[in-house]
């Protein structure tokens, strides 16, 4: 029988793998995409809202700038 000692009986564990297998490496790198094209997403969405907002501001300020428009008079029957 083998002598028992204390690096015998109390085995460490083995070091656990980085990417067990290579479906998981797949999904970790579909994730990465995703979580890109969100940030890219979000950027753009939040631009695009603060262009519309200068728009509509800069709109409502020429509205109520220019004068009204005449009314034309309407012509009478005959």
Same mark, same amino acid.
């Given at each position: 029988?083998?002598?028992?000692?204390? %690096?015998?009986?109390? $085995? !460490?564990?083995?070091? !656990?793998?980085?990417?067990?297998?290579?479906?998981?490496?797949?999904?970790?790198?579909?994730?990465?995409?995703?979580? %890109?094209?969100?940030?890219?997403?979000?950027?753009?969405?939040?631009?695009? $809202? &603060?262009?519309?907002?200068?728009? &509509?501001?800069?709109?409502?300020?020429?509205?109520?700038?220019?004068? !009204?428009? $005449?009314?034309?008079?309407?012509? $009478?029957?005959?």
């Amino acid at each position: 029988m083998a002598a028992r000692n204390k %690096s015998s009986l109390f $085995k !460490a564990a083995p070091p !656990a793998p980085i990417r067990a297998t290579k479906a998981d490496a797949t999904t970790e790198a579909a994730r990465l995409l995703i979580a %890109s094209e969100v940030r890219a997403r979000d950027t753009k969405t939040a631009r695009l $809202k &603060e262009l519309r907002l200068a728009k &509509e501001q800069a709109d409502a300020e020429a509205k109520a700038a220019a004068p !009204a428009p $005449k009314k034309k008079a309407a012509k $009478k029957a005959v």
